[in-house]
């Protein structure tokens, strides 16, 4: 998912080299600097995409806010997003600034940053935008804000750009080279304002149980609708509605979707999956999923409904049995039937 990432290591001291013990020693070591980076690779995803846990991930280290900015600046024009970086240490933290574009990791949300100073998204990217930024430090316990510049070109073709700026803390004995400690970032969604296309397809909608898609199930027991956006506008969208279930004409369940300040986005030319717990379904019943989503300026409308059943057990062996008895009733009067229109053609000498 990540590509080009490169860490720098200053290393003190140095390697026994001659003979046997000087090789092991040294592999041992690059062994260990191998899982040092493996781990600070993995902090630095959860402190950057899942601000959730951002603090456990830049725990002793730093703190970003806002974790992501959404902003609308015109051709030609420029705008300072402020940006708050907090040193969690006792100590005075050195902090090198870069800017990453990202892409679409995966269709949950998940963004891949593009770690590689030197290289720019294939398209949307807002690193290219972005003025350069120097080094800066922060003393312990304390905090700066910086302002980001986005310098957008007057032949900027409207729609959505989007990247993060990353802090990663530097150690001042080594040169200034950056260290493992994790990193955090900001994200930015920006878009440009012109012949913007905003277009979302509703490519499937379902109920799953325990993640398995359905439409008769056993138990009421985790079962959730998922559905998927694609968009194919140029600009990052993000749809918001509410999701209904009905037992018969009743309305046993509802709750809204995406409704918030900061909506999750469809990022152009990708496609995102979400996945939405119903409740109040009871033990048994027929039951109907309702949903209306909207998204864009225009206010566009998508509707979508899926229907499926909950039959426990003991329903089902009790409809077997009963089917069984009546098939069993079937052939019992037929017989009897049978045997009573052969009795009456019999002649009477041999009924006797």
Known sequence: MFANITTSVMIKGSYITNGDPGVLVKRRFQTNIRIVITIAVAALVLGIFHPSLASAATANTLKVTPIRTDTQILPGASKKIQVTVSNLTGGSISVHPSINDFVAGDENGTPALILDETQFAPSHSLKRFVAPLSDFTIPAGQGKTIDVTINVPSTAQAGGYFGAVRFSPTSGD?????????????????TVPGDIVQKLNLTDFNVQQHGV??????????????????????????????????????????????????????????????????????????????????????????????????IPPWVIISAIIALIVLIGLIILVIFLVRRSRRRRHMPRTRRR
């Open 174 to 190: 080594t040169g200034g080279q950056v260290n493992l400690s994790p990193s955090v970032a900001s994200l930015m969604l920006l």
């Open 213 to 310: 898609t359905g439409s008769t199930f056993a138990t009421p027991d985790d079962i959730s609708t998922k559905f998927r956006f694609e968009n194919k506008g140029n600009v990052q969208v993000g749809p918001f509605g509410s999701i209904s279930v009905k037992e018969g004409n009743k309305v046993v369940y509802t709750t809204d979707f995406n409704n918030k300040p900061q909506r999750d986005m469809v990022l152009p030319d990708s496609a995102r999956v979400w996945s939405i717990p119903l409740k109040n379904i009871g033990t048994f019943g027929h039951y109907t999923v309702l949903a209306t989503f909207t998204y864009g300026d225009k206010n566009q409308t998508v509707e979508a409904t899926q229907s499926f059943w909950v």
